[in-house]
């Protein structure tokens, strides 16, 4: 009976070898490709923030530790452009949240063309990026764009053309206004597929208690949305705070940090300055999304 219940241990010993083998061959193309296109990246971005580059390849790259660190935390230019990202990240996450939610619990009733209604509220998510910056940049042109010409000229609210997309004073309004408009739909389709997943018995309880629609709202719709509110959050500050496309394409005056540490690389031709600033982005980012997981989430 020992002999037989050695070779049986044998046996499957030996099957979890050939299987952990099999597992490992055929993980080994993803591991090899996420290693190239993400884990070289990082380590040489963070490389690079401790070494000055020459533009030229032929010159020796040189080893100048924390200067480039040292030079950004004193450069005010850095310090606006973080409190730009942070007024820009904390406005989107907050309104596109806020109008997902709403337009979520509207979807969410039977009306005729329902569906309908769902595929257009998701298009601006879905459609290219350029051609919504073009036709919002269309739209808000100082000369030709429509939105001018009812606030100017049908509806007489301003004296003359306004340059919404490139004036100082309105171009961060109207990149939040962008972002917001553009992303809201991630958090409509969230909050959508739980608020389908809700029990309508706990709705029909509360009807009976004599509770009204607000009061079913609060006590039973939020404490349901609260995990998925929780994780779009957090999903949409890491996006927002490191958005750089949608803001360049649409208004060269809004320079949040992403855009500051472009300039750095292909402006100033600093690359080294610019893998600081990536560096430093990413500290920051797993520090506030540490916090907020710990202290809201609680997991």
Do not use: C
Request: hydrophobic share 55%; net charge positive.
């Amino acid at each position: 009976m020992a002999p037989v219940l050695a070779a049986t241990r044998r046996r499957g010993s030996s099957v979890s070898q050939r299987e952990g083998r099999l597992a490992w061959a055929l993980l080994a193309p993803s591991v090899i490709l996420v290693g190239l296109v993400v884990v070289y990246p990082i380590i040489s971005s963070i490389r690079m923030g401790f070494t000055h580059i020459p533009l030229d390849p032929a010159m020796p790259e040189e080893f100048v530790g924390l200067e480039q660190y040292s030079e950004i935390v004193h450069d005010p230019e850095f310090w606006l452009a973080i409190v730009r990202s942070l007024v820009h990240t904390a406005a989107t996450v907050a309104g596109s949240t806020l109008l997902g939610l709403a337009v979520a619990v509207l979807m969410n009733r039977e009306f005729a063309g329902r569906g309908i209604a769902r595929g257009i509220v998701l298009m601006p998510y879905v459609a290219p990026l350029i051609s919504l910056v073009f036709a919002w940049r269309y739209m808000f042109h100082p000369v030709y764009g429509f939105v001018n010409y009812w606030f100017v000229d049908i509806l007489p609210i301003f004296s003359g053309p306004r340059d919404w997309v490139e004036s100082p004073a309105f171009a961060m309004p109207m990149v939040i206004l962008f972002d917001i408009w553009r992303y809201f739909p991630y958090a409509f389709l969230m909050i959508l597929a739980r608020l389908q997943s809700i029990p309508k018995t706990l709705y029909e309880a509360a009807e009976v208690d004599g509770a009204g629609s607000w009061a079913k709202f609060r006590h039973i719709t939020m404490p349901e949305l609260s995990f998925v509110l929780g994780s779009i959050v957090v999903l949409r500050w890491i996006w927002n705070f490191t958005k750089f496309d949608d803001v360049w394409l649409l208004s060269r005056n809004v320079v949040t940090v992403t855009v500051y540490a472009y300039l750095r690389a292909f402006q100033s031709f600093d690359l080294g300055q610019a893998a600081a600033i990536s560096s430093l982005l990413a500290l920051g980012l797993i520090a506030s999304v540490s916090l907020y997981v710990k202290k809201v989430l609680r997991w």
